[in-house]
């Protein structure tokens, strides 16, 4: 399995300096206009306010190759469970209309972090690690903090007058620190970050700052603060498991017995709160084992569970043992009835749960009977219409058995209407589209799914092949042309 983001590495020299031009585009108005003035050179100073938009610009363009690594986890139960659980915290943070993504990454050292423009990132072995919901729900509030307050922000404008190419490998630098392991080796020895590296780390004011906003946060959300200096003490006994001592977290987040003693004493008077654990925290792990492990070292795992005195934990070493034969390929392990009564076992114990009812549906789905998965999907997705794991499993049912307009009529409505834009929603309907022999929309789509992976090149590839089709009216053409337009005139901005 994936143990480490490793090709993120050979980018940065040139993804980063990208993103720095694509800043200055966007600051100057992004226009035509703008276009047909001369570029400052890397001479000039950077602009002191350090936008927001300009933050999400960074993000977004560090997000596009970070989503094209094989560490990066597009499990759509992961992904809408964190998501889930880090906006019960935006929600009570000072910014709470501030737009956030939260995603895992394989990797079995214990760390998170945060990228400028509201991305937060979770390594897959602090989720495993954490031992109930309050204690990740900590770490999530923390790296959120880190966030509204702006810290990353500070650190990159707080270098004044420097030149584009120094704050270029500043932003390199500042991912590698906040994501660790041998991409942050791999920064820092290049010739202009290293001198750098000692303005990396957030400075002690920003964790503190952190600290007690995440607190407020954690308490706020209703979940036990008092998990955090839980956490911390967790992870200094865990370090001697580590050959290098320090867990991941632990470097890039310094903490030390006094920091642990002003945490405990911001808790001293709050009181402690039982909070139960949701069991959707149980089938993520079930699925991250799986990922991190691989489904055969899982599988041990899970039949033990299936002993456990806990009927939660029974009923996640139900679900991971079904995923875990479906994921590796391993459903000749049990007979079917077997399959079948372990998966209606669990429905029995939670009723209706939506990471359930998907895995019943897929289930059926890869054994071959179609139109019992049909069924299964169907009635889901009326209770859980965006459900993201029920609309992927459906549209395999609906491309497998060639009902290409069905799922192009499905795709177009999610597209339309989903807040998040979704590279998958794209991927299904130019293979919608694809099925119809629609030529030109099949292109831009696959377009649109290469732009958002962080492929600029492909996807104006894409969109000339969809000029060279035929098969498109007035209105599918003039968008072919305009996002045609629209990606040239930031390639060649790129380029200078």
Known sequence: MIKVIKNISNVY???????????????????????????????????????????????????????????????????????????QLVANSDSPATEFYFFVLINQTLNAFALPGGYVGVHSGLILESDNESMLAGVLAHEVAHVTQRHIARIIAGQGRARIGSLAAMA????????????????VMTSVALPMQ??????????????????????????????????????????????????EYLRTHPINSERIADIEARLAKVSLVQVEDSIALLFVKARLRIYQDGSLSAIEIFKEQLNSQDKKVRVAGMYGLIYSLIVGNELNALTLDEARATVDAALSFEPGHPMLLSLEADFERLLGDLDRAGVL??????????RKSLVY?????????????????????LVWSAEVRDPKYYEYRAKAHAG??????????????????????????????????????????????????ELEEIQRTLAQ
Do not use: W
């Open 13 to 87: 020299d040139s993804t980063v300096t990208r993103i720095f031009l694509l800043i200055l585009f966007c600051a100057m108005g992004a226009g035509k206009s703008a276009l047909a003035q001369d570029l400052p050179d890397l001479g000039d100073p950077f602009r002191d306010d350090f936008s927001l938009f300009q933050e999400r610009v960074i993000g977004d363009s560090i997000m596009g190759n970070i989503r094209s690594s094989p560490a990066y986890v597009s499990d759509p139960e992961i992904a809408d469970y964190l998501n889930h659980l880090g906006y």
């Open 198 to 247: 000692s303005r990396l780390n957030f400075t002690r004011e920003h964790e503190r700052e952190a600290d007690r906003i995440g607190l407020r946060i954690l308490k706020q959300s209703e979940f036990d603060p008092h998990q955090v200096p839980l956490f911390f003490k967790h992870l200094q006994r865990q370090s001697r498991l580590y050959e290098s001592g320090v867990p």
């Open 393 to 413: 499993g459906y549209a395999e049912l609906l491309l497998s058995s060639e009902r290409f307009k069905d799922l192009e009529k499905l795709m177009s409505d």
């Open 172 to 187: 390199a630098a500042i991912l590698a620190a906040r994501s660790g392991g041998d991409v942050a080796q791999a920064a």
């Open 377 to 386: 999907y169907a009635e889901a997705l009326e209770h859980y219409p965006s």
């Open 436 to 485: 119809l022999k629609q030529k030109m929309a099949m292109h831009l789509d696959y377009s649109e799914v290469l732009a958002m992976t962080g492929n600029l090149v492909g996807a104006i590839n894409e969109l000339l092949a969809a000029q060279k089709a035929t098969d498109g009216d007035f209105f599918l053409r003039t968008s072919v042309d305009s996002r045609l337009r």
